[in-house]
């Protein structure tokens, strides 16, 4: 095999897996939101508490993006912020949109299509759960982030006395991505999963006629999982924990 070909052929292979990739989340993420938007979203209208913390908690007249944005139903939580909502899902984008004077947009949580080092805010509520590798749930992740307001740096100080700064206080100035993601953790709960079972699972949905289960993907994340990717991403975690059956984050640009 010549060099050339050789060359070819590294390409080709990771192509080739990115490819698959997308197949697979079409198949089990985008075409079953499709599918079920309508009876999903009248499921989903109840804000999550901590999600609705950190909204309200927001500055007057931040704007942020809410990414996986669903049906919308975080838009409106703040009325005075203003949010972008995004998601793959024609269908649900066409409900979010009734959330005005926000905005929303079908577009791809890999390939944003907002200016970098702009926002003041983020969420991506139960969204990233559903990309299928570990590389892509952390370029999703890069991707948010760099959409976010990097920290001021030694504003007032010098980088000495910033460097011993906690980071929730070196990044006070910075924007904030709040994620979401299913947690493996959820003995007691309905699911009934726990540490040993599989990470990568298919979750039914039964259609509104109780009739038809389609199957959605879902990565179930582990403790540490989260902190781990965001780190990996490129982030700082400032915050994190556990909320019924749910890991989520806190985290800030690193750079």
């Given at each position: ?80 912020v203003f949010i972008i909502g995004s998601d793959r899902s024609e269908s649900l984008v066409k409900i979010a949109s009734k959330h ?156």
């Amino acid at each position: 095999m010549s060099n050339v070909e050789e060359t070819v052929s590294e390409v080709a292979a990771p192509l080739t897996d990115v490819l698959k990739e997308e197949v697979y989340e079409s198949e089990h993420v985008h075409q079953v939101y499709e599918r079920i938007a309508k009876h999903f979203s009248s499921t989903r209208y109840k804000p999550w508490p901590i999600v609705e913390d950190f909204l309200r908690k927001l500055p007057v007249g931040s704007i942020g993006l809410d990414v996986g944005c669903g049906n919308g139903k975080y838009l409106a939580v703040n009325p005075n912020v203003f949010i972008i909502g995004s998601d793959r899902s024609e269908s649900l984008v066409k409900i979010a949109s009734k959330h005005e004077p926000h905005s929303s947009l079908v577009a791809d949580m890999l390939s944003l299509p907002h200016p970098p080092r702009l926002f003041d805010f983020a969420i991506a509520i139960a969204v990233i759960h559903h990309l299928s590798t570990t590389q892509r749930r952390q370029d999703a992740i890069k991707a948010m982030l760099e959409c976010l307001l990097p920290a001021e740096q030694g504003k007032g100080k010098s980088s000495r006395e910033d460097s011993t700064l906690k980071p929730e206080a070196a990044h006070a100035h910075a924007g904030k991505l709040l994620i979401y993601v299913w947690a493996l953790e959820q003995k007691t709960s309905r699911r009934g999963w726990s540490e040993s079972d599989e990470q990568d699972v298919l979750v039914p949905w039964v259609t509104d006629n109780g009739n038809t289960k389609v199957l959605r993907y879902y990565h179930l994340y582990r403790a540490g999982d989260l902190e781990r990717d965001i780190t990996e991403a490129g982030g700082i975690v400032l915050d994190s924990g556990y909320e019924k059956d749910n890991w989520w984050a806190v985290a800030a640009r690193s750079w």
